[in-house]
Nanobody, 123 residues
């Protein structure tokens, strides 16, 4: 079992910044990539960013590319999502994920999710 606990959500005005954190515990040896998803009311959950645990490869959704940065601290099994220039459309519940990196495809197959942290951006 892999447990993921997110923190750092909150309410900010448009143009502001937030930094989310996620700490992983449990059987993390079987997971070599982590990421962030988000789900707004009435919308499907969408992948926002992911990172291969080597740190060399990251992926971002087009809607956040250039504004969000995913990073990790391997010693503490923590992954971060730094969000800048926030927009009202970034309002959502943000979920941390852990998965298995697909080397050929260059993508993360996500297998575990945390309970989420709410981000609200006002105009």
């Amino acid at each position: 079992q892999v447990q993921l606990v997110e923190s750092g959500g909150g309410s900010v005005q448009a143009g502001g910044s937030l930094k989310l954190s996620c700490v992983a515990s449990g059987d993390t040896y079987s997971r070599d990539c982590m990421g962030w998803f988000r789900q707004a009311p009435g919308k499907e959950r969408e992948e926002v960013a992911s990172i291969w645990n080597t740190g060399a490869t990251t992926w971002y959704a087009g809607s956040v590319n250039g504004r969000f940065t995913i990073s990790q601290h391997k010693a503490t099994k923590t992954v971060y999502l730094e969000m800048n220039s926030l927009k009202p459309e970034d309002t959502a519940m943000y979920y941390c994920s852990a998965g298995v990196w697909q080397v050929i495809a260059g993508t993360c197959t996500h297998k575990n999710w945390g309970r989420g942290t709410q981000v609200t951006v006002s105009s």
